[in-house]
């Protein structure tokens, strides 16, 4: 495990256990929702699963709804930062004179979503205020390692170490749990797919303990393809933005140009 922790007098450990909600933004999953929930069930502490349909066009909700999530919609897609202000919110509304803890999972998890259960005990027993999932490496379905060049792991990592002086392993997990003091206190979470990164920055700098936790869950990889390539795209130009709204982009600038990121063919 590793972690980072700067010294805050705001920030009081929470040294006995509470109800855990996990929320689950989802946006066209249909085939794989019912799953993730049925799995998510079985770990324990959590007794509120609560799945956000951001928007999608196919049975995501009703899914949901059949394996015994929460549903709440947006009637169009809004993007993974809403859906989890969004599912927080749905939260909130049902806590009881103590407020839940979060555990934040993605919706294609499936069967292997059980295995993030090791991220609560940190958070439950005040050793954490907000823990951050480390996957083992992803394979895709032919067996071949999924992940791209790493471009946009590596510059979310150097800015997360320019803002707080620690470096994450894999600083883009959407893997998390932490306390509602935290999730409040991130709130509004940045747009897009810097949300991870920024979560992780707003946090340290106001002096919350973020531990990194090994768990084993499997997600669908992103592919090679151009979609694949345009997904990371904009994972890279969110993760910039990001960072570039909290003064903390690497010394070299932010990383490889765009056009980097797609490497023209030889010619024949």
């Known amino acids: 495990m590793s972690g980072h922790a700067v010294p805050n007098n705001d920030v009081s450990p929470e040294p006995f256990e509470r109800a ?24 324990i502490g959590v007794d509120l699963v609560v799945v956000v349909d951001d928007g999608s066009t196919d049975g995501t909700a009703e899914a949901a709804e059949r394996a015994g999530a929460v549903v709440v919609r947006h009637e169009r897609n809004r993007g993974k930062a ?33 295995g993030a259960g090791p991220l609560i005990e940190p958070v439950q027993t005040g050793r954490a205020d907000m823990t ?11 067996g071949s390692k ?43 979470l940045a747009a897009g797919f ?20 090994p768990i084993d869950v499997r997600h669908r990889a992103t592919g090679t393809d151009l979609r694949g390539q345009l997904h990371r795209a904009k994972q890279y130009l969110h993760v910039r933005r990001a960072l570039a709204a909290r003064s903390a982009l690497p010394a070299d600038g932010g990383g490889p140009s765009l056009r980097s990121l797609f490497p023209r063919k030889s010619a024949q």
């Open 20 to 43: 855990v909600a996990c929320v689950i933004p989802a946006k066209d999953e249909a085939d794989r929702i019912a799953a993730t929930v049925d799995a998510v069930h079985k770990i």
């Open 82 to 114: 809403a859906a989890m202000e969004t599912g927080a919110a749905a939260v909130a509304e049902r806590d009881g004179a103590r407020a839940r803890h979060l555990l934040f999972l993605d919706a294609d998890l499936t069967d292997t979503a059980s």
């Open 132 to 142: 951050i999932g480390t996957l083992p490496a992803q394979v895709r379905a032919d």
């Open 146 to 188: 999924a992940g791209g060049h790493g471009f946009v792991v590596r510059l979310s990592r150097a800015g997360i170490e320019e803002a707080t002086g620690w470096a994450p392993e894999q600083p883009l997990s959407g893997q998390r749990c932490l306390t509602r003091a935290a999730f409040d206190s991130a709130v509004p």
């Open 194 to 213: 810097g949300v991870e990164t920024a979560l992780t920055i707003d946090l340290g700098r106001k002096g919350f303990r973020i531990l990194e936790v």
